[in-house]
């Protein structure tokens, strides 16, 4: 099963609303961490959020965590086209295996 | 920001043959990379971890003879997919933790490699 899954599976709004997706996880977290993927292409990171940490912001990415609820939400205001991708969140298992584990990621469309 | 450069970005190959894939950090040493497989519309799965001057450590269920990974220099980490066949098609993603931050914190990642076996 998924450490992390997010939430929707797909998204699609128009350009200049904004952009919620959802990540829950299962178990305790060092760091929890989002990227996002243009078709056929690598990852990029977008923002990294620790388990002591409630709320960061990156330009236009607002990403929070819930370390009772064990979820995580990333939030992209006034969309643009070119935000068109998938967006996955990805954590880090607290413990001496620390791999950092992948969602199926969110397909995110964003019409102009 | 770091970059990742992996080649090739498209291959395609007979059933039986073997396919190098290359994974570079350009302007940074990665003494650590690792190396994911993906399906259309799937989660990233780790296959293994690559380390500059030792042997790979590969994931349950990942045929190392199948999978060989070489990392002999601080910027450099090969995949070779060994007598592929038609179920090795995927798209394989390289990436390498930034220097300066912890093994799993801010991958940087190659634009990955789409192998298709005929």
């Known amino acids: 099963s998924q450490q992390g899954e997010e939430d929707p599976q797909a998204l699609s709004i128009q350009e200049g609303e904004n952009a919620t997706m959802n990540c829950s996880y299962k178990t305790s977290i060092n760091n929890l961490q989002w990227y996002r993927q243009n078709s056929g292409r690598g990852l990029v990171h977008l923002i990294l959020i620790r388990s002591n940490e409630r709320e960061k912001h990156s330009g236009r990415l607002r990403v929070t965590l819930d370390t009772s609820k064990k979820s995580s939400s990333l939030l992209i205001t006034a969309s643009r086209a070119a935000d068109t991708a998938s967006y996955f969140c990805?954590?880090?298992?607290?413990?001496?295996?620390?791999?950092?584990?992948f969602g199926k990621g969110i397909t995110l469309s964003v019409r102009p | 920001g770091a970059v990742v450069s992996q080649h090739p970005s498209r291959v395609i190959c007979k059933s039986g043959t073997s396919v190098k894939i290359e994974c570079r950090s350009l302007?940074?040493?990665?003494?650590?990379m690792f190396w994911y497989r993906q399906f259309p519309k799937q989660s990233l799965m780790l296959m293994a971890t690559?380390?500059?001057?030792?042997?790979?450590?590969?994931e349950q269920g990942v045929e190392k003879d199948k999978f060989l990974i070489n990392h002999a220099s601080l910027t450099l980490s090969t995949l070779t997919v060994t007598s592929a066949h038609p179920e090795d098609s995927s798209f394989y993603i390289c990436?390498?933790?930034?220097?300066?931050?912890?093994?799993?914190?801010?991958?940087?990642f190659g634009s990955g490699t789409q192998l298709s076996v005929l």
């Open positions: 990436s390498a933790p930034w220097q300066g931050s912890s093994l799993n914190e801010k991958l940087f």
């Open positions: 302007d940074f040493q990665a003494t650590t």
């Open positions: 990805a954590t880090v298992v607290t413990g001496a295996n620390s791999k950092l584990t």
């Open positions: 690559s380390n500059e001057g030792s042997k790979a450590t590969y």
